[in-house]
């Protein structure tokens, strides 16, 4: 067996509350078909970044229907790593340098783990690269051969990928029951996948880290950090990578300032164990904040965790995703969800969640980041419509059991 992460069930009722009694009736009408049914989902890592984060309520909401849902965790090395990373990187445009070696090392982690695979099940759900190869690996290394449907999950951006990684992956995709893409931009174009599915990821709304907090709370949060609630406040919640051009954000932080003298800046990231840039990126991130005291840069060593996520999204004026490539980008739909509107990279699916002009501004330079942060801070009236709106947008298409109902209807679909 992979790496198991232990979950408990979640009771599909206790978003009546949040959510009403429709889509939860539908939902539990479509999930009496796959009562007991076996389910694995496998990824990279139990921490850090949006799959974590939507594995862990989507796994518990499918037990909570009565799927027998598991969570695994491959097994991975520095070196392996290292190669999953610069395939990443690849997919979403970058020059990498793509070696024959990084392909050995690659494949060997995938047979390692393979041969660790108990797959039994009747769906079998991959998420992004790192395991992709698993499938076309099983018949020859798994004690249980090729079971169930097969599901591949790409989280990505892989609209622009550079083309000897993706000659690499694409080939070891085509065999699954079904490609799950975010965007229809990101379905490769020359490739052969004859199941294509697109949906688009989703927040749980009554996590900790999206429940609504009273203003004494988020003051308390701000305070235990040395950040003053009182002041206008800008953040972005982003691992510490390139992609999402965290040294972008302090340069635009500081063209605010110009109009906004009081501006401070919180910059949270948690450090993911498949990400092995991530302390080179904060680094350098600390590096480009120079000191500056209204910079406040944390991670998860500071002990930032879900509460402190939510109070740092809902307590500020507005929220930044200022990524050059975003897959999604669930930070955009947390921070609409609590009512603040998001300054967000005119990419991928930011532009999913933001509709210009109405719930945030996507931008595609610093002077466009600040400025829009300018107008939002300076027009309460107008950032509280926005938040309004994008609440709405949120609550519409991407919440959880929107996803929950998406994935029921794909199951069966593959069962029919
Ligand atoms: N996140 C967190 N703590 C941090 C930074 C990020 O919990 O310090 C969470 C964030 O709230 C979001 C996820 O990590 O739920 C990041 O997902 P996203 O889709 O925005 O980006 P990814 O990391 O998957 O590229």
Redesign the pocket.
């Known amino acids: 067996m992979l790496n198991r992460v232990p979950l408990k069930a979640k009771s599909l009722s206790r978003y009546v509350r949040s959510m009403g009694e429709e889509p939860i009736a539908r939902i539990e009408q479509l999930a009496k078909a796959f009562q007991g049914a076996r389910v694995l989902h496998i990824n990279a890592t139990s921490y850090?970044?949006?799959?974590a984060?939507i594995l862990a309520t989507l796994v518990p909401l499918m037990k909570g229907v009565g799927i027998d849902a598991d969570w695994q965790v491959m097994y991975g090395t520095d070196d392996f790593y290292n190669v999953t990373k610069a395939m990443h990187n690849a997919l979403q445009g970058m020059d990498v340098g793509w070696t024959p070696q990084m392909e050995q090392i690659y494949m060997e982690q995938s047979i390692f783990n393979v041969s660790q695979l108990e797959a039994d099940y009747d769906f079998i759900i991959i998420h992004d690269p790192q395991p992709a190869a698993f499938l076309g690996l099983v018949e020859e290394h798994s004690p249980s051969g090729r079971q169930g449907k097969w599901i591949w999950r790409c989280?990505i951006d892989t609209s622009t990928p550079f083309a000897p990684v993706a000659d690499f992956l694409f080939p070891l995709i085509t065999d699954y029951d079904e490609s799950v893409f975010t965007m229809a931009d990101y379905v490769p174009a020359e490739q052969d996948l004859p199941h294509v599915t697109m949906m688009a990821?989703t927040?749980d709304p009554i996590s900790l880290?999206n429940v609504p907090l009273s203003a004494e709370t988020i003051d308390a949060i701000f305070d235990s950090y040395g950040m003053d609630h009182s002041r206008p406040t800008m953040c972005q919640?982003?691992?510490f990578?390139p992609w999402?051009d965290p040294l972008g954000v302090i340069d635009a932080y500081r063209l605010v300032r110009e109009k906004v003298p009081d501006l401070q800046l919180i910059l949270?990231?948690?450090m993911?164990s498949d990400d092995p840039e991530g302390m080179h990126y904060l680094h350098r991130t600390e590096m480009h904040a120079a000191g500056d005291p209204d910079i406040f840069i944390?991670?998860?060593a500071q002990q930032?965790?879900?509460i402190e996520?939510n109070a740092f999204q809902a307590g500020s004026d507005v929220v930044v995703?200022k990524s050059t490539r975003?897959?999604?980008?669930?930070?955009?739909s947390?921070a609409l969800w609590k009512r603040t509107p998001v300054v967000g990279g005119n990419v991928g699916g930011i532009t999913l969640q933001i509709k210009n002009g109405e719930n945030g501004f996507l931008v595609d330079s610093v002077e466009a980041c600040a400025d829009a942060c300018v107008e939002i801070l300076t027009n309460p009236r107008r950032s509280e419509m926005m938040g309004e709106i994008g609440h709405q947008i949120v609550r519409n298409n991407y919440v959880m059991t929107v996803e929950l109902e998406r994935w029921l209807q794909l199951f069966a679909l593959l069962s029919s």
């Open positions: 850090g970044g949006g799959v984060e989280h990821p927040i880290k919640i982003s691992r990578d999402k949270a990231g948690s993911a944390l991670t998860n930032v965790g879900a996520v995703q975003e897959g999604f980008g669930l930070t955009v947390e």
